[in-house]
């Protein structure tokens, strides 16, 4: 106790040091506990389900492609065959459909799931039941099972609403169950379940990889057990049906890492950014207190004089910075909460469970190991070094060049070497990622997305059943829209490039010599006439889709280039014919247009085909508005011409929303229109991962930079103090100022220098682990190589300058004056 008050007086005598040494380790407490809070909610934290560290994703697997869905063929096979599963479900990719009736029209996210899916995860219903296997049979299958936020948000927490009919699509079903509120699978956008039907012909054509499967490993078989297996099944069913199955496999994943996907590896380079940070900032610690250690070396030498055991000198030392570690502790823990909040609201949609970030136990457990770690960095070399004390030569007047001193400034020295290092390692780990981020900004994506709006329709299949019907109601809405002033075209796509849906599927094409061939894991997108002219796809050959392609004239389809160029190379694939699959009716090629990247600008593997919405409608189909840049009161009327005169809006088509709306409603106002975003705002949302890992990891090399421009400064300018009488008897014998000024900063960009040679080693090494991450740069991409040591040598002469300057100015009369 006494040395813990000891401890806090000097702590109040030197305040200066005290806040600088309790931010410098709150900043990388708060940095590391921040961002594994993130990486644990998303990648480590368990399954809100009972014993869901057994639960496993299957997905198919060919040459093209690395994860597909399950056809449902496949998924009997596996379910009849694997010795290695307690049991294995089937749901549908996420879709939306209509709640009307009661309240204003409302589109909602559902997805089907097979009467074994809730079993399988263990999720039982807050009320009513689960599905049936009756109820997984056409026409049997007009039940729900609600979220537990549409119950409270809709229908005000009914406890009677079990029983009760809801009319989705404009079709009574009625509501067997509500969920758990934690239940959230597969996202938590999805707000209502409905069986799973499977058309019967799917099991004999083995086709239609739609499905997602999820399984459940029984106790004791691990994961590549279950993945040898299912690599034997898959061989048996490539022999067994070679014309489908031939190159199919399948892959076994935890759930829970299937969930995180590809935020897993961002995520975790951001952790060793951090941690990088907590590393340097122990650095800096460290010089500080060994810089106190050498201004109290004689306080030292007196106590051990007077009998301190080393022990006792060591537990002193200890005392002494528990007050600063327990601070910078609970600091950093709160700045991270504070963090968290901070950071929520622009992380990517995309990433996964986002709602259950926050400081929980297992956070604060790692943010108390983080400490331990720090506080054994911090505390190991300032305490052995206080007690390496030769009493009689501390005690001497000219203690200042003993060998404890030089002892001391060779280990700061080679702290700041350190940082440095590290601190090139995460500004070289940086300068790739600017540089990719800025690479992909700069991708062509094949369409022209500036000045285009877009829309979701949600086109109820029962009010529009048949495809005339739907295409009709398209139509109307089309001629609507076309109508508005300030539109230069609009067309309808039933999904939108870059937003992470995809229609794969098999397309088979027909030679010249009349000899078949198939394009595996194409893109298939159903389209209107005017739809390449609103995207700003170029046409490239042939024509586009009319009015005139009706289902009373031959199928028609549009092709990309590479479709072309791999189906018919050499050749002119106008007037060739594709179809989706055997016994599909055949489509005449008459038009080619360019390649766009529909998946993600970093990837460019999937060839697209399009179809004739007229010839094959699509529920779901999105609104697409070309704005022609006119002034937004032309728009708006007599009103906007007193509020905005001359701005134009060629770039941003958000002011057609309501006049576009407004159209949509006059057509059909129980249709709801939904998911409004500009096509800018979609091609900055496929980026917002890469966004936000690139900003996140250039504050933390910012605040790298910082610490190790403080920590040479620090060392610099406590060499000139310790050096104050040599540069006076420098000066005294003729040395000019210049050449003090010189000498200073060669000590200091000596330092920067090693720390840089270090640190581009490290790198090279180390930034090949960024490869996945990359696009556009290589991860030793010279232009970064050769920035990153620029910026650290500029930065260590700034910081060499005021110490550097001080030294030049030292008055010969005063530094000599003691002698």
């Not at 986002?354 to 505390?379: K, R």
Request: hydrophobic residues 45%; charged residues 20%; positive net charge.
């Amino acid at each position: 106790m006494n040395d813990l008050k000891f401890a806090f007086r000097q702590l109040l005598k030197n305040p200066g040091f005290t806040v600088v040494a309790v931010l410098t380790l709150a900043l990388g407490i708060g940095a590391t506990t921040a961002i594994f809070s993130v990486v644990y909610a998303v990648v480590l934290r368990p399954l809100p389900f009972p014993e869901s560290e057994w639960l496993v994703a299957i997905w198919t697997r060919t040459p093209q492609v690395d994860r597909l869905p399950m056809a449902a063929a496949n998924h009997r096979d596996l379910n009849s065959q694997n010795t290695v599963f307690e049991d294995i479900a089937l749901s549908s990719r996420v879709t939306d459909c209509n709640l009307t009736g009661t309240g204003e029209p409302e589109r909602l996210l559902a997805t089907r799931v097979a009467a074994n899916f809730f079993p399988l995860l263990r999720a039982k219903p807050a009320l009513g039941r689960g599905f049936t296997e009756d109820e997984n049979q056409p026409g049997q299958d007009r039940v729900v099972i609600l979220s537990h936020g549409l119950w409270q948000r809709r229908y005000a927490g009914d406890p009677t609403i079990v029983g009760k009919t809801i009319r989705l699509e404009d079709i009574p079903h009625t509501v067997v169950g509500v969920m758990r509120p934690e239940f959230q699978y597969p996202t938590p956008d999805v707000q209502i379940w409905m069986p799973l039907t499977i058309n019967p012909d799917n099991f004999r054509t083995r086709t239609g990889f739609g499905h997602l499967c999820v399984a459940r490993l029984k106790p004791g078989v691990t994961l590549e057990q279950a993945q040898t297996e299912v690599d034997v099944i898959a061989t048996r069913l490539a022999q067994a049906h070679p014309e489908v199955n031939k190159d199919v496999r399948f892959s076994v994943t935890l759930l829970r890492r299937d969930i995180a996907g590809v935020a897993k590896k961002p995520l975790i380079v951001l952790l060793c950014a951090a941690f990088g940070l907590l590393l340097i900032g122990c650095c800096n610690l460290v010089n500080l207190l060994l810089a106190r250690a050498v201004s109290r070396s004689r306080e030292t030498a007196v106590r051990s004089a007077l009998g301190a055991t080393r022990a006792r000198l060591i537990g002193q030392a200890t005392a002494e910075m528990l007050p600063i570690l327990a601070l910078g502790s609970c600091v950093g823990v709160l700045a991270a909460k504070w963090s968290i909040k901070l950071i929520i609201p622009w992380l990517p949609a995309a990433l996964p469970r986002v709602e259950e970030i926050q400081v929980n136990l297992p956070v604060l457990l790692f943010s108390g190991a983080i400490l331990f770690i720090a506080a054994a960095l911090v505390l190991l070399l300032p305490a052995m070094q206080a007690t390496r004390t030769d009493i009689v030569e501390r005690l001497r007047d000219d203690s200042r060049t003993s060998s404890g001193a030089a002892a001391k400034a060779a280990l700061r020295k080679l702290l700041v070497v350190g940082q440095v290092a590290l601190t090139v390692i995460l500004l070289t780990g940086t300068g790739l990622l600017i540089r990719t981020f800025a690479t992909l900004k700069d991708v062509n994506p094949g369409f022209r997305p500036q000045g285009v709006l877009s829309l979701r329709l949600g086109i109820s299949r029962s009010k529009y059943g048949g495809d005339d019907q739907m295409a009709a109601y398209c139509q109307r809405i089309l001629e609507q829209v076309r109508a508005l002033p300030g539109v230069e075209a609009a067309g309808m796509g039933n999904r939108l490039p870059l937003e992470g849906s995809s229609g794969l599927s098999t397309i088979e094409f027909e030679r010249s010599n009349q000899q078949l061939g198939n394009i595996e894991a194409t893109d298939e997108t159903t389209v209107t006439p005017d739809y390449f002219q609103a995207m700003g796809i170029r046409l490239l050959q042939g024509r586009s889709f009319t009015e005139q392609d009706t289902t009373n004239t031959p199928r028609v389809v549009v092709v990309d280039e590479q479709v072309a160029r791999l189906a018919w190379p050499g050749e002119s694939p106008i007037g060739k014919r594709v179809r989706s699959g055997p016994g599909s009716p055949w489509a005449e090629v008459v038009g080619v247009v360019g390649h766009i990247r529909h998946e993600s600008l970093d990837r460019d593997q999937r060839l697209q085909i399009y179809w004739n919405y007229l010839q094959r409608a699509r529920a779901g189909m999105t609104l697409v508005v070309r704005a022609s840049g006119l002034p937004r009161a032309e728009v708006f009327g007599a009103r906007g011409r007193e509020r905005e005169t001359s701005a134009t809006q060629a770039g941003d088509a958000r002011y057609l929303v309501s006049p576009v709306l407004a159209a949509i409603k006059a057509v059909d106002p129980d249709q709801p229109a939904y998911a409004v975003r500009t096509m800018t705002e979609v091609v900055d949302r496929s980026l917002a991962l890469r966004w936000f890992n690139t900003v996140v990891v250039s504050l933390f090399a910012g605040s790298s930079l910082l610490l190790a421009m403080v920590g040479i400064y620090g060392v610099i300018a406590w060499t000139v103090q310790q050096r104050t009488r040599e540069m006076g008897v420098r000066m005294a014998l003729g040395s000019p100022r210049g050449s003090v000024l010189a000498l200073v900063l060669r000590g200091g960009l000596k330092l920067a220098g090693a720390g840089v040679v270090l640190g581009l080693i490290g790198a090279t090494a180390l930034t090949r682990l960024l490869h996945g991450l990359l696009f556009g740069v290589g991860p030793t991409d010279p232009i970064t190589f050769a920035t990153v040591p620029v910026l650290l040598v500029a930065a260590a002469l700034l910081a060499c300058w005021l110490p550097a300057r001080r030294a030049a100015r030292v008055d010969p009369m005063e530094a000599l004056r003691c002698e």
